[in-house]
C-alpha cells in the first residue's frame, strides 16, 4: 500500500472522529430535552438541569424522577458509544510525527484504546442499573485519560513544542485531577456536576484538535 493511500486513509479515519466527537455534543444535548426530571439530591427537579444533572443521569433507564427515561438514555447511551469509537480511532490513528517519540507512540496508543473501552463501557452500563459497573468503567476511562495527558505533556514538553493541544492538554489534566479528588473525598454535589461539565467538553475540544492533527498528518510528515 503507497503512501498516498495511507495518507488519504488517515484523514478519512480523522474525518469520521470528528464526526463522532460532533456527534456526542449534538445528541448529548438533545438527550437533555427529553430525560425526565430529578437529580441525585432533589428528586423532585424537573428536567435536566445542566449544573446539577451529572452527564450519567442522561443514560439512567429510570430518572431520579422514578420515570421512564428510555428517550434520553438511547439517545444518550448511543452517542456515548460512538464517542468512544471515535476515541478508538484517533488513538489506532497517532504517529510519530504528533507524539514525537515511538516509545511514547506505543505506550500511548495501548493506554488511549483502553480508554475509549472504558468510554463504550461507560455507555453499555446504566448508572440505575448496572452502578458498580458503570463506575467502574468511568474510572478506567479517566485514569487512562491522565496518564495520555501527563505523557503527551512532558513529550511536548521536552521537545519545546508549545502549542494548543499542549496548553489544552494542560487545563484538561487540572481539571481531571480536579474531579478524580472530587471522587476520591466521595463528594458529591453540584460542584461535581459541575466539574464534570468541565471535563467532558474540554476533552471533546482536545480531541478535536488531535484529529485535526491526524487530518493534517501527511503535512506533518514532511517535516519529519
Do not use: C
Request: overall charge positive; glycine content about 6%; charged content about 10%.
Amino acid at each position: 500500500m503507497n503512501n498516498r493511500i495511507i495518507q488519504n486513509r488517515t484523514k478519512m479515519f480523522g474525518i469520521i472522529a470528528v464526526i463522532g466527537l460532533v456527534q456526542f455534543l449534538l445528541f448529548s444535548t438533545i438527550a437533555m430535552f427529553f430525560y425526565s426530571g430529578g437529580t441525585s439530591w432533589n428528586k423532585l427537579a424537573e428536567g435536566y438541569t445542566f449544573w446539577h444533572n451529572v452527564m450519567s443521569d442522561l443514560g439512567r433507564t429510570v430518572s431520579y424522577s422514578g420515570l421512564s427515561n428510555t428517550i434520553s438514555s438511547k439517545i444518550f447511551n448511543s452517542s456515548l458509544m460512538i464517542f468512544g469509537i471515535s476515541i478508538i480511532i484517533i488513538y489506532l490513528n497517532m504517529s510519530k510525527s504528533f507524539l514525537l517519540s515511538k516509545n511514547f507512540v506505543s505506550f500511548i496508543k495501548i493506554i488511549g484504546i483502553i480508554s475509549g473501552l472504558g468510554m463504550i463501557g461507560v455507555a453499555l452500563t446504566p448508572d440505575d442499573i448496572l452502578s458498580d459497573e458503570h463506575m467502574l468503567a468511568v474510572w478506567i476511562w479517566i485514569l487512562s485519560l491522565t496518564t495520555v495527558l501527563i505523557l503527551l505533556i512532558v513529550s511536548k514538553v521536552i521537545h519545546q513544542i508549545y502549542d494548543s493541544i499542549l496548553y489544552v492538554s494542560a487545563i484538561l489534566l487540572f481539571a481531571v485531577l480536579i474531579h478524580i479528588g472530587q471522587g476520591l473525598l466521595d463528594m458529591w454535589s453540584p460542584t461535581v456536576a459541575t466539574t464534570q461539565k468541565v471535563v467532558v467538553y474540554l476533552n471533546v475540544l482536545w480531541y478535536l484538535l488531535i484529529s485535526n492533527n491526524i487530518i493534517n498528518q501527511n503535512k506533518q510528515l514532511k517535516k519529519i
